[in-house]
């Protein structure tokens, strides 16, 4: 709505407010940073890392790391026995817009121990390259692919980064940054065209397109023998 | 055995005649016994009926349209009474391509190559909102209507259109076949393989069905954003 002192429009100008703010929680404790183990660990052991820790939603953590060293406190995250965070549940991005710098997001859980924690990472919109998790979760492979796909996050050390979501021909940048108009920056015959010239070759490597072709050309790992059936049941 | 006995000339009855046919193993025809066993009529007319009583549907799926054609195959609505007996996975044995939901422009050759391989006779269906216009998809990714893509025979509206709506498009195809000429066939239904993974539409079609907005290259997030202020309206609010 527009106030005194500006327009209706500087308001998606300036995209939302970013989501993080420290809650009141009902239940006292929970949105206390030191209630989590994590937190007051990775204040202790990174203090130069470890910018700033947040309570959102209630009862989620949130630790914003230096981009330039998001690999070493992942993998300690990851391997420290009383972290154990085995599981990366998403890596996403957040761009909220007029010239804030784009979050990175890891959402990861602890099997083990039972635990979430969000980690994130601000990246500013003229230098949008971070180092790569794929050797620390394989899970990271495609969401990082799609986050570069969508955001043009550069992730240093990824083994396949290329489009994920997007046609590989698609030459009008990011579109889920929030300087993307909504209708792309081609016409829409242009588009058109464009979709129509797409190359499946692009997408898939050949053994991808053999599978599920002709019976024999099935990876041979992919069948069980029977063998192994009969211990699984036992 | 059916003869009466000393009358001599008068005609049979049907039933006698049958009776004789029946004792002597032989089978009556289309009509019964006694009737003539052919008939005469068009060709156009023999072939359309044949055809519009067999379409087969190749299902293109894509969103929330697909429930609504299953159910529409499915026994509460039978699309099978209208013989559109079964769905044909494979566009080669298919007659009709029933597009049900959005396609996006990666989905775009897909869609196209599904056509090029369907074999003529062919006709094509846009189920929905979105496959016939984009609906509210007005984005980078979306194809603002499969008419771009394929050439399209009847638009059934509707977000999803219920079955009926479905069904009742069918029967306008069949309604469409019923009124074909073999002696148009080749003007009607010849194909130039030179179009073949082409768009259907032209350039400036294709801008103009991507209105009502015009050229998507000027478009930002404030070019169509109106002056948007609350409403007034006491009454909606809770005491």
């Not at chain 1, 979050?103 to 003229?126: F, G, M, N, T």
């Not at chain 1, 797409?198 to 991808?208: A, C, K, L, V």
């Amino acid at each position: 709505m527009a106030g005194e002192n500006g327009s209706a429009f500087d308001a998606v100008e300036q995209g939302p407010e970013a989501s993080g703010r420290n809650t009141e929680t009902p239940h006292g404790g929970v949105g206390n940073p030191a209630e989590h183990p994590s937190v007051t660990a990775l204040q202790g052991r990174f203090d130069s890392a470890v910018l700033r820790h947040e309570v959102q939603a209630g009862d989620q953590h949130v630790v914003f790391l230096d981009p330039g060293s998001n690999r070493a406190v992942l993998a300690w995250l990851r391997d420290d026995p009383e972290q154990r965070y085995d599981l990366l549940v998403d890596v996403t991005a957040v761009d909220y817009g007029g010239g804030r710098p784009l979050q990175i997001v890891y959402q990861l859980w602890s099997v083990p121990h039972k635990r979430a924690l969000r980690i994130k990472c601000e990246l500013p919109l003229d230098g949008l390259s971070i180092e790569s998790v794929v050797q620390l979760w394989n899970a990271a492979n495609w969401l990082e692919r799609e986050v570069y796909d969508l955001f043009g996050v550069e992730f240093r050390d990824h083994p396949d980064l290329r489009r994920i979501l997007m046609p590989q021909n698609y030459a009008e940048g990011h579109p889920l940054r929030k300087d993307f108009p909504l209708r792309g920056r081609f016409s829409r015959a242009e588009q058109t065209r464009r979709a129509l010239s797409q190359d499946y070759h692009d997408d898939y490597t050949p053994e991808e397109l053999e599978v599920g072709g002709a019976p024999g050309l099935a990876p041979p790992e992919l069948p069980i023998s029977t063998d192994e059936v009969g211990t699984r049941l036992d | 055995m059916g003869m009466s006995d000393g009358e001599g000339t008068d005609p049979l009855s049907l039933a006698e005649i049958e009776a004789l046919g029946q004792a002597e193993g032989r089978q009556g025809g289309l009509l019964g016994f006694g009737h003539p066993t052919f008939l005469t009529t068009k060709v156009d007319f023999v072939v359309n009926w044949a055809r519009r009583n067999s379409l087969w549907p190749m299902p293109f799926g894509t969103a929330c349209c697909a429930i609504e054609m299953m159910a529409s195959a499915a026994s509460n609505f039978d699309l099978a009474r209208f013989g559109m007996e079964r769905m044909s996975f494979s566009p080669r044995q298919a007659d009709v391509l029933i597009c049900a939901g959005r396609v996006p422009y990666k989905l775009a050759p897909v869609l196209r190559r599904i056509w090029d391989q369907m074999m003529q006779p062919k006709w094509c269906i846009s189920m929905g909102a979105c496959a016939s216009s984009g609906g509210v998809f007005d984005t980078y990714s979306m194809v603002q209507g499969i008419d771009t893509i394929v050439p399209v025979d009847v638009y059934v509206p509707g977000c999803p259109p219920r079955p009926e709506g479905l069904i009742y498009g069918l029967m306008m195809i069949q309604e469409k076949i019923r009124h074909e000429s073999l002696t148009e066939h080749y003007s009607l239904r010849a194909e130039n393989p030179s179009l073949v993974g082409r768009p259907r539409a032209g350039d400036e079609e294709v801008e103009a069905l991507a209105g009502p907005f015009g050229n998507s290259t000027q478009q930002d997030q404030l070019s169509s954003a109106a002056q948007t202020t609350r409403p007034e309206r006491s009454e909606d609010l809770l005491p």
